[in-house]
């Protein structure tokens, strides 16, 4: 019979731990949420870089103390998972009404990435842009696997309640198609090659992009502090 | 190659795949803000339609698979060595494995034409996995197992 701790077993059950403890390990060290390029700040106001920002979709108060510059692609998983808990709570919670101005930037970083920035981009016109935002990451599994997504944009358009006819025309002709590459070129001048890649009062946050983190650093700004 | 021998090859094998598998599918479930990717287009083949199949994450469907062989490689050396019902299952799930691995390649040269490192390394140790499981030996005539 053939046993594993028969001859050989032993150099077999070494090789099987050091295959567990160098893949463990390599799973740790792989790199994570807080893991971001090696960026120089941003200037909030005034400037070039600053003019530039109106590519940008902004949420919140022209002078909220507490600026968030968020650069996404709707089909980076990480970007879907930073939206849909993160960000969405943060905007609900102080940029509506609080000290926080939210400048949402689409960086599709694939060619499938475009069509639904262009898609956000043609809510943008019709003032929808955060909703179609929040469902175009809700929904990623439903679109990504069409081959002509702008249809389900389409339908989406009709759950937001958009004058669908004129989204169809927008989406179709890519009539956003400049917005969206303005968008891009501004992260890619910033030094910006992955997503979400995200700044806090024009520093980029290298540590900590989470709710709690996020969170506190924007009651911190109001207050004062930062 | 005697059959012991072959086996723990198998579970080697299976052990690095699933770690591939797991990388990827954390990746997919967004606990990764990347893909460590030395060459090719990983992104492209991850966030593409294709990366699901039947509505589940491919990388999921792969860490189940290599989990299971790498529970049979173990179970064949232990506790079951020999029996008739491990050398179906090791071959159907063997052969199986390399059929859609062969489906996911083709989707990546042929449609999507993009190629994801960790896919072909994956498809590597699945064909690595078919050959050393020998799954035409359950085959009526074939030689017995542990022959060769």
Sequence with gaps: MANAKG??????YILVAAVVAVGGFLLMTAGGPDEVPDLA???LAGGAIAADMSSGTAMGAEDAPAVIMEFSDFLCPHCRQFNGLSGKLLRQNYADTGPLKWISFDFPLWPESWAPAIAAQCAKRQGKYWEMKDLLFARVDGWSRE?????KFIEYSKDLGLDAD???????GQETL?????SKAYGESLGISSTPTVYFNGEPVTRGMDYGNLEERIQAAAAGGE | MSNETRLRAIALIALVGLFVAVYLWLYQMGFYGALLCGAGSCEVVQASKYARFLGQPVPLLGTLWYGGVLVLAFLALGPASGRRWLDVLLALATTGGLLFSIYLTAVELLILHAVCMWCVISAVL?????VLARPWRILPGAAPAGAG
Aim: net charge positive; glycine share 12%; hydrophobic share 45%.
């Design chain 1, 147 to 151: 081959g002509n997504p702008n249809r």
């Design chain 1, 7 to 12: 001859k050989g077993g032993k150099g077999f």
């Design chain 2, 126 to 130: 699945t064909v690595a996995i078919f």
């Design chain 1, 178 to 182: 400049a917005e969206v590459q303005a």
């Design chain 1, 166 to 172: 004129a989204f169809k025309a927008c989406v179709d």
């Design chain 1, 41 to 43: 700040p941003v200037a």
